[in-house]
């Protein structure tokens, strides 16, 4: 059974970054931008999905302000792919929205424009998982990888004056 954990050591969140990115090269790559991440990581809230004591997959979340967060980095081995463990993360996700009153949550993604087949899987589980595409930004990585940004709306009730 897959079960998610909240992961609070930086160094775990960095090892667990490495050996997941680092074993799926048709997503991530190369070796140098997964280092960078890994670090970037260390300081972001980081949750670690598991089949018993094996880490089989993590999402790292990226603050932007009190009402958005980003799934900065997601990454699930490919054996465990279907399996359910992404959904867990992505719901982990956004109950720490939720919790913080946080409105949206935002994913970036290689856009069909580009036809890559991974990224094809890519788009359909953020589907599945209820994140609807608002825009391609032709310019964002580079002109070869247009990224379709996709938001969620979490029911998390922003605090604000008017509350």
């Known amino acids: 059974m897959i079960t998610v954990k909240k992961i609070t ?27 960078a991440k890994a670090m970037l990581h260390r300081n972001m809230p980081f949750f670690a999905a598991f089949d018993g004591d094996e880490c089989i997959g993590f999402a790292a979340l990226k603050i932007h302000n009190e009402y958005t ?5 997601l990454g699930v081995l ?12 992505t719901m982990a996700c956004i109950e720490f929205c ?10 970036k993604t290689l856009d069909g424009s580009a036809e890559y087949e991974p990224y ?11 994140f609807l595409p608002l825009e391609v930004f032709h310019d964002y990585w580079n002109e070869d990888n247009p990224c379709l940004f996709l938001v969620k ?9 008017n509350n």
């Open 120 to 130: 094809e899987r890519t788009r359909a589980f953020y589907k599945k998982e209820g």
């Open 69 to 73: 967060a980003e799934i900065y980095n």
């Open 78 to 89: 490919k054996k465990y792919h279907r399996q359910g463990g992404g959904h867990l993360l």
């Open 98 to 107: 939720r919790a913080r009153g946080m409105a949206f949550l935002t994913v």
């Open 9 to 35: 050591s930086e160094n775990e969140k960095e090892k667990i970054t490495l050996d997941i990115m680092g074993s799926l090269p048709e997503w991530f790559s190369p070796p140098e931008d997964i280092a």
């Open 153 to 161: 709306v979490t029911g998390g009730v922003c605090k604000n004056e």
